[in-house]
């Protein structure tokens, strides 16, 4: 069965300093990984996600993450963060494209 | 072509009544999914289905909760005899098949006084 581990469960970063959001995952299967992104009392929305081929993926907002199979790992990562990427950040992992078990999830604060 | 959409989107209901949470899914979609995030905790998966067909309810507490897609309608998460525990938000994402993506309605958010 598949499991994903968030390291962290807030992070909190100034406004233009890097952001770094934990994931490693346990899958029997090469995985498929995503990323969502959640503000207050919103649904859910996709970031990214890595279904096979390049392992640096590229999502909205200026995110990115990069699967590591080696350190069955999959960071979010953003050069520059901003006052609006303050929400919740939930890490996935599935076998198949959407089956997906999340992670506990990494509240995000942005200061000023 | 409308997203996934859940209904109602807020929810009361006193300890010991029923709640009924539904989700219409995309068009052309036959997979759906529940999960339950509860305050400060992540999403907790629930239940897969397909039309008409429970596929994994190894997320789904043993009592009290059901979840069905029949043919025709909406996919309806049923909560018999809540209890204060049973607040949370309800999520619900549909998918056209197997290896496409899933996608997410607005939630359910459900209060037990």
């Known amino acids: 069965a598949q499991s994903v581990t968030q390291l962290g469960s807030h992070v909190s970063v100034s406004e233009g300093a890097l952001v770094l959001l934990r994931c490693n995952y346990s899958s029997s299967v090469p995985p498929y990984l995503f990323w969502y992104v959640q503000y207050p009392n919103q649904g859910l929305q996709l970031l990214l996600k890595y279904t096979t081929g390049a392992t640096l993926v590229k999502g909205i907002n200026g995110f990115e993450a990069e699967f590591k199979k080696s350190e069955t790992s999959f960071h979010l990562t953003k050069p520059s963060a901003h006052m609006s990427d303050a929400a919740e950040y939930f890490c996935?992992?599935?076998?198949?494209?959407?089956?997906?078990?999340f992670g506990a999830g990494t509240r995000l604060t942005v200061k000023p | 072509n409308a997203g996934v959409m859940q209904n109602p989107r807020h929810l009361v209901r006193r300890r010991g009544q029923e709640a009924r949470l539904r989700c219409s899914p995309m068009k052309g979609h036959s997979h759906v999914y529940w999960y339950r995030q509860l305050p400060e905790e992540g999403l907790k998966f629930m239940v897969y289905l397909q039309k008409e067909n429970i596929i994994d309810e190894s997320g789904m507490p043993k009592e009290r909760f059901s979840a069905e897609f029949p043919k025709e309608g909406p996919s309806i998460l049923r909560i018999q005899q809540v209890v204060r525990g049973d607040s949370a938000a309800y999520f619900c994402a549909s998918a056209e098949g197997q290896n496409t993506e899933a996608f997410f309605g607005q939630g359910t958010r459900l209060t037990v006084v």
């Open positions: 996935a992992v599935s076998e198949t494209n959407n089956d997906m078990r």
